[in-house]
């Protein structure tokens, strides 16, 4: 496999992106929103007009999206990926989608002649950029292990978890356990700090603990220096932990604290925080405590 489509060109998609030409793919790239192809032009991809010209003629395609809207569109969509892409060709889905929607893009991909892997991450734009996403994936071994050589610069840990739909699932595992430690971390802080502790000393204990995690001492930092700069988006996240509610009731799994999690961070979108980094939920911890850092 030596030529790629990648249609999305976000936080995510842009340092994967350079991760596929520094090994040497032929790549094709295609975004929704103009403009965010420049960089990687000039690196030595070829810019699409539609999603169908992105797959038109590539060995394997590739979607980075923001929500299952958003892949729908693009792929099963008048001019999208669906219409362009050859037969045996495979497409690789690397969007956090509800189950059901990465079942029915493996369905209509199979109705097609061609093979589909869903392959949600978990890493940062940082990870991103440096190949080192975790990746949840589901559908055929057979046709993961086909696409592997695309996958590996990408990452540094693919895990099968089954037929499509299991890979979603696992992102919503990964997300709201996440969001829910962060979320209890960021408690802590604040709970702390109005306590009169020293934020410094505060981290330097966690990040020694048990507790400790990149995850944790990069937020914690994030706090201390209010830089909401966005490696992984309130957004998304909170469109994450909604997809997981509605799992829930589906499948009468109560989510008793992820349901405090979901109102909080619905709360942190109202006060317009979407666009930054999740840490930023603090802010609306600190307000219900009445705290000012």
């Known amino acids: ?97 509800d189950p059901n929607t990465a079942k029915r893009l493996s369905n209509a991909f199979y109705q097609k002649g061609c093979h589909f892997i869903e392959a949600p991450v978990t890493g940062s734009k940082m990870a991103a950029a440096s190949g080192e996403l975790v990746l949840m994936t589901g559908g055929e071994e057979e046709d993961l292990d086909k696409v592997m050589p695309v996958l590996r610069p990408l990452s540094k840990k693919v895990v099968h978890m089954g037929p499509a739909g299991s890979g979603a699932f696992m992102k919503l595992v990964n997300n709201l356990s996440m969001a829910g430690a962060m979320e209890a971390f960021f408690e802590g802080m604040t709970f702390g700090r109005k306590a009169g502790l020293s934020a410094d000393k505060i981290l330097e204990v966690l990040n020694h603990s048990a507790l400790a995690s990149p995850l944790m001492k990069m937020k914690g930092e994030a706090v201390l220096k209010r830089n909401f700069e966005t490696h992984f988006s309130l957004k998304h996240m909170a469109k994450d932990i909604r997809l997981a509610m509605t799992e829930s009731r589906r499948l009468e799994a109560p989510l008793p604290v992820t349901s405090v999690v979901n109102d909080l961070f619905e709360m942190a979108r109202a006060k317009g925080l979407e666009g930054l980094d999740f840490s930023a939920l603090v802010q609306v911890v600190e307000e219900m405590a009445q705290y000012k850092p």
């Open 1 to 97: 496999m030596k030529k790629i489509g990648f249609l999305g060109l976000g936080i995510m998609g842009n340092g994967m992106c350079k991760r596929l030409l520094g090994a040497g793919f032929e790549l094709t790239v295609y975004n929704r929103t103009p403009g965010k192809a420049q960089g990687l032009i000039a690196l030595g991809a070829k810019e699409a007009k539609s999603p169908a010209e992105a797959v038109a003629e590539t060995d394997a395609s590739i979607t980075m999206l923001g929500d299952p809207a958003s892949v729908k569109e693009v792929i099963l969509g008048k001019g999208g990926v669906l219409e362009g892409i050859h037969l045996g060709a495979f497409h690789i889905d690397m969007t956090t989608v």
